[in-house]
């Protein structure tokens, strides 16, 4: 006897566009899957006719804090909104960045025990390694909490950390954090940007636009991609040489796409990741100052080539970088507008509408690079990121043909807004199941989920 079984579907299985199958589920795993309409009792059955089953999105790329803190999370119910956003687009599992100068451990219980008190999906959680206690305790880190993945900010140099209450690093701080990393089986994440050009850059788009009335060109002028490319080919290099794995957070350039796919030619170990805002808007887009990203939107020639790396295959991870400040923080122009916007709940139906509709990327492909690719990647592969027999049972359904407008009163996550607000998005969810529980049910959010989320003790590359 299964627990459910989710019949008459398309299944995206892995390698494959979408396959006519059933599906076993028992005590939360994928129990077998089976010829359409093979006989087999279950207690429940999903009708999932004229409806395509992906493996559950896994963003490895958001910010989870509180109000406008995106440090960590203080309640229950920040995680509780920003898992809403989530499960309504398509995401079983998320990780987000802790940013914080404290030793992790000191309030790892805390943050745990906040997280899985609201959450409706399954987390893990990156840290961002910014001094030298936090440093030295990396190998616990893996080995103790199951944080196989660490970021750094390179970009923080000369003060420029103290925006998030961080002190700076420098290149030999980056060049011991690849050894450790690579020591460990862990994943080095950089925030690449080579600050000290941008600088210069910003102080002249500045002068040259006080008032900051060209909006997001002068934010885009003021921090290029070649600054960001600069910064890729560097990591790249120090990735290279200390055999640290490398994962490349929002690359939102063409020049910063080209610079990784070149340190992969030049044999490093490297995941490219970019994120929906930096395929689907850019610097001419019409949203004003609460289009504010770090990196900048860009211009449309960037996002082409970057809907080319989906294609080609040369693209391997999709994040969303999701921000949960409100829309007040994006005011007082856009030299003083803080970057960031909300990304969870567009996830899967805006690769569906611009992704497979309009520019004809397969379902397979999405699969990869929203489940698989960063499963892969953050030590996850065990359990989840492909639909398969004893991995979660974690699905997005998804009805490939429906159309809603996204609209900002639709929307979960604390920051209330989306910069996607009057788009027309063909291809929406249906269903979000996290280990074979509903998360989210006919398009709504089903309450019960709240505190089903579980902390996820990720694995390193190597023991
Ligand atoms: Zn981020």
């Given at each position: ?26 005590e939360?795993?994928?129990a ?10 279950a ?8 409806l ?7 963003d490895a ?13 203080r309640?229950p ?30 309030a ?13 999906i ?25 944080v ?5 900010f390179m970009?923080n ?10 002190p ?12 450790a990393v690579?020591a ?6 950089p ?6 050009a941008?600088?210069i850059?910003?102080?002249r ?17 003021s ?16 990735s ?15 020049a910063a796409?080209e610079?990784?796919?070149q ?11 970019t ?18 990203i770090?990196?900048p939107l ?21 994040g ?28 899967l139906?805006l690769?569906?509408?611009e992704g ?22 953050m030590?996850?592969a065990?359990r989840?990121?492909?639909i398969?027999p ?12 429906a159309?809603a407008?996204?609209?900002r009163q639709?929307q ?6 989306s ?28 309450p ?6 579980r902390?996820?003790?990720r ?5």
């Open positions: 006897m299964f627990d459910l079984l989710i019949r008459g579907g398309t299944v995206v299985l892995p390698g494959t566009d979408g396959v006519a199958a059933d599906i076993a589920v028992r939360g795993r994928i077998a899957i089976l010829a359409p309409g093979e006989a087999a009792p207690h429940e059955t999903l009708d999932a006719q004229g395509h089953v992906l493996p559950g999105a896994i790329h958001l910010h989870l804090g509180s109000g406008k803190d995106i440090s960590r999370p309640l119910a920040d995680a509780a909104a920003e898992t809403a956003a989530a499960a309504a687009g398509g995401v079983t599992t998320f990780i987000p960045y802790w940013l914080g100068a404290e030793p992790f451990e000191t790892f219980d805390e943050v745990r025990a906040v997280t899985e008190a609201g959450a409706r399954d987390f893990g959680y990156h840290f961002i390694i910014s001094t030298e206690a936090q440093l030295a305790a990396l190998p616990r880190y893996v080995r103790d909490y199951g196989p993945s660490f970021k750094l970009n140099r000369g003060g420029e950390g103290k925006r998030l209450g961080l700076d690093i420098d290149d030999g701080f980056l060049l011991r954090l690849c050894e690579a460990h089986g862990a994943l080095l994440c925030h690449p940007e080579n600050i000290e941008a600088w850059l910003r102080d788009a500045m002068a040259a636009d006080p008032e900051g009335k060209g909006g997001l060109a002068s934010w885009n002028a921090r290029p991609g070649w600054v960001e490319a600069e910064a890729v080919q560097r990591v790249g290099l120090f290279r040489v200390t055999g640290a794995r490398l994962y490349v957070v929002h690359i939102s350039s063409q796409y610079a990784a796919v340190a992969r030619a030049l044999g490093t170990d490297i995941t490219i990741e994120c929906p805002h930096y395929l689907t808007l850019d610097e001419t887009s019409s949203i004003g100052d609460v289009g504010k770090n990196p860009r211009a449309a020639s960037d996002s082409a080539a970057l809907w080319q790396g989906l294609l080609d295959g040369g693209m391997d991870t999709i969303t970088d999701h921000v949960h400040r409100d829309i007040s923080a994006k005011q007082g122009g856009i030299w003083q507008a803080s970057p960031g916007c909300p990304g969870l709940q567009s996830l139906p690769l569906l509408s497979h509709h309009k520019r004809g990327l397969r379902l397979g492909r999405i699969a990869a690079l929203c489940a698989e690719n960063p499963a892969r990647a030590g996850l065990a989840k990121g492909r398969a004893g991995l979660d049972a974690d699905f997005a359904v998804v009805d490939l043909n159309e407008v996204v609209r639709d979960h996550s604390a920051a209330g807004y910069l996607h607000e009057g788009w027309s998005l063909r291809g929406q969810v249906r269903h979000t199941l996290v280990r074979g529980r509903f998360a989210l049910r006919e398009g709504a959010l089903v019960a989920a709240v505190g089903t989320g902390y996820l003790h694995q390193p590359a190597i023991a």
